[in-house]
């Protein structure tokens, strides 16, 4: 079914078959949210709900004139009340459509297999480096272009899904591109064990190996710059033979930690290699501003965060409130741009749906 594009007067539109008992749990909802609104002179209404497979959205078109997002976040114990829900809701604007997602935690929830992510290739031909997150809340997957990015910092604690979320990430990467080549760097030994022989793939457990990766990376980038210069082009998009590299770090903490100079080293590869074809997906379970300085900020201009353990860390890698309400198991945030996301249920990634996608 078409994502619906109705207004006021086509106030509820829902994309699943529901049992009756849910649907008018649902509709009764609708109803109190847009007596909330009415009764704090919000100009807003609700016009479309989804439900996905960890959440229920529900959306309200706004006003953008006189529109104050406060007004509605402050609103957030009220809508938890009355839609009966244990957990406080994530609320953003999606400012494209002049809509605020609303999402409520489902009492339920359903496992999304990779074999089911990777088999829905839309989009996913136009992109030079898909990087395939998991599906939004209309069941569509949400893919990302890592030539785009151009480099990605991930957050989220234990329990939340991050490394099952970098696992699908890079098998995904290596099922729709030939020519991409990875270097995994997994001081805790087993997240990324299930690469090591993969042709294209070195996964480094050793710190001091790590360092010495990035330090081999900084040469592989200067000369690729050199060889540009001999050939007369720019970048590796005119490049002839010229693989993809892509750098996966799964605990950024560790490295700084261990070399002073790591952070160096990383900001070093980052500032100069889009143009080389190399890119960075970097991840720590805690995105304190220690390890998640400005410097690091600024130079992974997307986001993703799980579930983290405060609001604080979730100002740290989003700029916003919310990460610390996701629920954990992939269900993540995607910043678009500062103040606008996209929320996407991850994968599960065994290890037996992995190798699987090598074939």
Request: hydrophobic residues 40%.
């Amino acid at each position: 079914m078409p994502r619906s594009h109705s207004r006021f007067n086509n106030v509820f539109n829902i994309r699943v078959v529901l049992e009756s008992s849910l649907y008018m749990n649902i509709r009764e909802n609708i109803n109190h949210l847009n007596e909330l609104f009415k009764r704090n002179k919000i100009k807003a209404k609700v016009i479309n709900v989804v439900r996905g497979v960890t959440f229920t959205r529900y959306e309200a078109e706004i006003d953008p004139f006189s529109f104050q997002m406060e007004k509605v976040s402050a609103l957030e114990d009220n809508i938890s009340h009355l839609l009966r829900s244990a957990e406080l809701p994530i609320i953003f604007p999606i400012y494209e459509r002049s809509i605020i997602a609303i999402d409520v935690v489902n009492s339920t929830r359903e496992d999304l297999s990779l074999k089911t992510v990777l088999t829905n290739t839309r989009g996913i031909r136009s992109c030079k480096l898909p990087l395939v997150l998991g599906y939004t809340v209309y069941n569509e997957p949400f893919v990302v272009d890592l030539v785009d990015a151009p480099h990605i910092l991930v957050a989220g604690t234990t329990g939340s899904g991050k490394s099952m979320g970098l696992r699908s990430i890079v098998a995904g990467l290596l099922h729709f591109t030939e020519d991409v080549e990875v270097f995994l760097i997994d001081p805790k030994c087993v997240e990324m064990s299930v690469f090591k022989d993969h042709e294209r793939v070195d996964v480094i457990t050793d710190i001091d190996e790590a360092h010495a990766t990035l330090r081999f990376i900084q040469m592989w980038i200067d000369n690729r710059y050199a060889t540009f210069a001999e050939q007369g082009i720019n970048n590796i998009s005119e490049a002839e033979g010229m693989p993809y590299i892509v750098l996966v770090i799964d605990e950024l903490a560790d490295l700084f930690a261990h070399h002073k100079d790591m952070r160096n080293d990383l900001l070093k590869i980052i500032q100069k290699s889009r143009a080389a074809g190399v890119h960075v997906i970097a991840a720590t379970q805690r995105p304190s501003v220690d390890i998640v300085s400005g410097i690091i900020k600024s130079n992974f201009p997307t986001r993703i965060a799980f579930k983290v353990s405060s609001y604080e860390d979730s100002r740290t890698i989003l700029s916003s409130k919310g990460a610390e309400r996701l629920q954990g198991k992939g269900d993540m945030l995607y910043r678009k741009s500062i103040g606008s996301f996209e929320r996407i249920q991850g994968s599960l990634a065994t290890n037996e749906d992995i190798i699987a996608t090598f074939g």
